[in-house]
């Protein structure tokens, strides 16, 4: 038992000895190459050469430059898989966007409130909301005491005519055997056209109603219902007819909306008044639909100034495929300017990544080796971003394939790697700790 003792006892005293030994000697030659690296870095930097490897104080100096921080190796072929583009940064001019925020709205000149033209109980309703209507369908049908008074002066117009185009048959056929006077024509024609005008007033005022005369043929007993028709295509949007209440011209049964176009009302700062006028084009985005961008144009702009947010009114009007653009959305709306500033160095927006909030891009150091390079952006027109600092004109990036990229140098966070060099332990620094486990085990049995 004293023999074990001693002995793990030496081996410790030698495991501890070797790792401070090691440590020292380790110390004093990392000191020794750093100052090395250090001075030989500073002398390649003078000299305008690059070595394989470099100082960390040359990084750290490339950091504060470019905003670099990391870089991911991809080879030709894997980038072509991937989809990942390079090519040469170079100016070119933007137009310039006034971005604004609205809330869409029914085209107003599309919009119909569908009452019936007479007082009537509604007896039947044929439409609900949603539903997509023809112009002239019935949505909702009438038993109205007004049309009924309506249909019997049209019936007694009817009869009438019917009696003085008998009366001024007979008079012609006595005139022509001389046993009338002519003057007996005369008055009966006369009897005969106040006749047909009294119908074709009845016939007027029933068609204004909503009854058809086509829908009068026949004996006329049976008493027609009042119909009431939309005026024009669109969807339902408000509902108010129900069976058994009493409807009044006052009161709209149903609001139809042409929703195949819509209104986005803006707010134009005052200060941006000079840079917009009616037909402009302008891009309308909604939250629904983030990636769908739709084209319209300014159709009108006040005349007054709100006083207190200092911005004008405007109108754009947009064509809605689909509907997806529905009143009471929020919309963003961009109206484009001309592009009469100077050229710019800029970029797709794609090429533009966020890095733990940082906005980055991919620039290719050489064939298979992209460095993450920090850059500040500028104004946004058309898809494209300017680039205020951090590319220079002629350096080649990542124009596709950035997301790739970018999922790459997240991989290579995950397991530790770093851009140019790799943190390893070696065998030297491990050999002591084994050799103490080693003896650890042996002594123990």
């Known amino acids: 038992m004293n023999k074990k003792s001693i002995i793990i006892g030496l081996v410790l005293a030698v495991a501890l000895g070797g790792g401070l030994y090691y440590r020292s000697t380790q110390t004093e030659r ?33 950091h504060s430059e470019h905003g670099e921080a ?4 991809m080879t030709a072929e894997v980038q072509k898989q991937n989809g990942v583009v390079v090519v040469s940064a170079k100016k070119q001019r933007l137009a310039g966007v006034i971005s604004v925020t609205g809330k869409v709205e029914a085209n107003a000149d599309r919009i119909a409130h569908v009452s019936p033209r007479i007082s009537g109980k509604i007896v039947s309703v044929k439409a609900s909301l949603g539903d ?6 019935s949505l909702a049908t009438l038993d109205s005491v007004e049309l009924g008074e309506a249909l019997n002066r049209y019936q007694q117009s009817r009869t009438k005519l019917a009696l003085a185009q ?24 006369t009897d005969y056209k106040t006749s047909q005008t009294e119908l074709h007033t009845d016939e007027e005022r029933l068609s204004m109603y909503g009854v058809a005369p086509a829908e009068l043929k026949g004996d006329g007993r049976k008493k027609p219902l009042l119909p009431v028709r939309s005026p024009i295509s669109g969807i339902i949007t408000e509902k108010h007819a129900i069976v058994g209440e009493l409807a009044d011209p006052s009161k709209s049964l149903y609001t139809v909306a042409d929703l195949s176009s819509v209104w986005v009302m803006v707010d134009i700062n005052e200060k941006d008044l000079a840079k917009v006028h009616k037909g402009q084009a302008a891009t309308v985005t909604v939250g629904a639909f983030p990636d769908q961008k739709l084209k319209g144009r300014i159709t009108y702009i006040a005349d007054l100034v709100n006083e207190a947010t200092r911005t004008v009114k405007a109108r754009v009007e947009v064509a809605n495929p689909g509907r997806k653009l529905k009143p009471e959305m929020f919309a963003t709306v961009e109206l484009a300017l001309a592009a009469d500033a100077p050229p710019v160095l800029a970029v797709p927006e794609d090429a533009v990544q966020d890095l733990d909030g940082k906005k980055v891009i991919f620039v290719a150091e050489s064939a298979a080796e992209f460095a993450v390079r920090q850059v500040q952006p500028g104004r946004l027109a ?20 950035a ?27 491990i050999a002591p700790f084994q050799l103490f486990f080693y003896f650890r085990t042996e002594a123990r049995y």
């Open 166 to 189: 008998s009366n001024m048959d007979r008079i012609k056929a006595l005139v022509e055997k001389k046993i009338a006077a002519r003057k007996d024509i005369l008055q009966a024609e």
């Open 132 to 137: 997509s209507v023809a112009a002239g369908q």
């Open 382 to 401: 058309s898809g494209m971003v300017e680039i205020a600092s951090g590319l220079k004109e002629g350096e080649r990036y990542a124009v596709k394939g």
């Open 70 to 73: 990391g870089c991911v190796e």
């Open 30 to 62: 990392g000191g020794t190459e750093h100052a090395e690296h250090k001075e030989a870095g500073h002398k390649e930097e003078k000299g305008g050469e690059h070595g394989e490897h470099k100082g960390e104080k040359e990084g750290d100096a490339g």
């Open 403 to 429: 997301f790739i990229l970018k999922s790459e140098l997240k991989k290579g966070e995950v397991v530790g790697d770093t851009c140019g060099s790799e943190k390893k332990l070696t065998n030297d620094a």
